[in-house]
């Protein structure tokens, strides 16, 4: 069964600066999705960003970038110039090619100082 | 364009009783999948539904249960409350397999 690990209960970064969430992920399979969800105080989760598995390249999506590490089961997000309205939770995801279901980490709560 | 709208926003029902929950999708998605999400468990995976077939079920008991319908509406009842399915249960809808899934602002359920 896969499994999605997040190591970091709670980060918090000075507004402006760059933090990176960690996620680790255990899988027997080789083609899947990856995926960074954001959950406001609304409760509604928002895509982040998005890595398939088959890409070497990085995905970016503006201020927000992932470093995929494939062998080593690793994806971690990197938010640059943080800024207020980053404050979250924030989950990583896993979904198997094929299946719609998505594996969930326990979430890091990002903190933004101002 | 409407995003996944999810009916009622809050809910308080009591120890027993059953509760139905709503979600509709974007217009022209026809996967709908739920979540439950708690402070202690996480996130998990209810089922999925596409095209009024359910094609994928989580670790739930029998007590949950789900169904869509062809405009791919969907409705999830949980019988038999129990203080631990207080919980806020979100939907999300996706147009096929390679593309992300878009979540609904999720219902709060409060059993007591």
């Known amino acids: 069964a896969q499994t999605v690990t997040q190591s970091q209960p709670e980060m918090s970064v000075q507004e402006a600066e760059t933090v990176t969430l960690s996620c680790t992920y255990d899988?027997?399979?080789?083609?899947?999705?990856l995926f960074w969800y954001k959950q406001p105080p609304s409760r509604q989760m928002i895509l982040v960003i998005r890595?398939?598995?088959?890409k070497q390249q990085n995905a970016t999506e503006n201020r927000f970038s992932v470093n995929f590490q494939k062998a080593a089961k690793s994806f971690s997000l990197k938010i640059s110039d943080s800024q207020l309205g980053d404050a979250a939770m924030y989950f990583c995801?896993?979904?198997?090619?094929?299946?719609?279901?998505?594996?969930w980490g326990a979430g890091t709560k990002l903190i933004i100082k101002p | 364009k409407a995003g996944v709208t999810q009916t009622p926003r809050y809910l308080i029902k009591t120890r027993g009783q059953q509760v139905t929950l709503s979600c509709s999708p974007i217009?022209?998605?026809?996967?709908v999948s739920w979540y439950q999400q708690t402070p202690g468990q996480g996130l998990q995976f209810l089922f999925e539904?596409?095209?009024?077939?359910?094609?994928n079920k989580g670790n739930f008991p029998g007590r949950f249960s789900g169904r869509q319908f062809s405009n791919s509406r969907s409705e999830m009842n949980v019988s038999t409350l129990e203080l631990g399915d207080s919980a806020l249960y979100l939907c999300?809808?996706?147009?096929?397999?390679?593309?992300?899934?878009?979540f609904g602002q999720g219902t709060r359920l409060t059993v007591v």
């Open positions: 999300a809808s996706s147009t096929g397999l390679n593309t992300e899934a878009f």
């Open positions: 217009s022209g998605h026809r996967s």
């Open positions: 539904y596409f095209s009024e077939t359910q094609r």
């Open positions: 899988t027997s399979e080789s083609d899947y999705y």
């Open positions: 890595q398939e598995a088959y």
């Open positions: 995801a896993y979904r198997s090619r094929g299946n719609y279901q998505l594996i």
